[in-house]
């Protein structure tokens, strides 16, 4: 069965950063497009970024564009999402998903998130 992991959600202040990352163990993340989304409380998960498999393309949402950078590191088997200059609205849940041939809400695979939280 395909498991995503996601860590390195925490409590950071406004204009700190974080790295998140989203693990798998039952399976190989090259193979695969990796997205991130989050879900803040009240409102509707939503897409913040995508890295193809074939290439390697990134995608991102206009409320992170050059906040956040999406990264493989395949020799770890990992994905993850350096969130800069953080603000009060990326408060959310985010969560990694994985897909063959998709990227966003769709996708098929998906972890149980992990909560980043901005406030001073």
């Known amino acids: 069965q395909v498991q995503l992991v996601e860590s390195g959600g925490g409590l950071v202040q406004p204009g700190g950063s974080l790295r998140l990352s989203c693990a798998a163990s039952t399976f190989t993340l090259d193979y695969y497009n990796i997205g991130w989304f989050r879900q803040a409380p009240g409102k509707e998960r939503e897409g913040v970024s995508c890295?193809?498999?074939?290439?390697?393309?990134?995608y991102y949402a206009d409320s992170v564009k050059g906040r956040f950078t999406i990264s493989r590191d395949n020799a770890k088997n990992t994905v993850y999402l350096q969130m800069n200059s953080l603000k009060p609205e990326d408060t959310a849940v985010y969560y990694c998903a994985a897909d063959r041939g998709l990227c966003g809400l769709r996708m098929h695979y998906w972890g149980k998130g992990t909560l980043v939280t901005v406030s001073s």
């Open positions: 890295i193809s498999s074939s290439d390697g393309s990134t």
